[in-house]
């Protein structure tokens, strides 16, 4: 199973987007990217739906639970 640190990066990277350019569509830190990327902190609910929708993914895509 793929953890939700390892698919955030991933999908970033994807998208080519820095860690900084991404945070500033979301409205928080670099430092919390940064901390969901190495698994330190995990962002809310609401900031996780925000991501899927984002990438265009689905939530249990964006956990790992599915691919």
Known sequence: MIL????LR????EKQISQSELAKILGVS????SSWETGYREPD???LEQLADFFDVTMGYLLGTED
């Open 4 to 7: 939700f640190s390892e698919r």
């Open 10 to 13: 991933e999908l970033r990277i």
């Open 30 to 33: 670099q430092r919390s990217i």
């Open 45 to 47: 609910y609401e900031m």
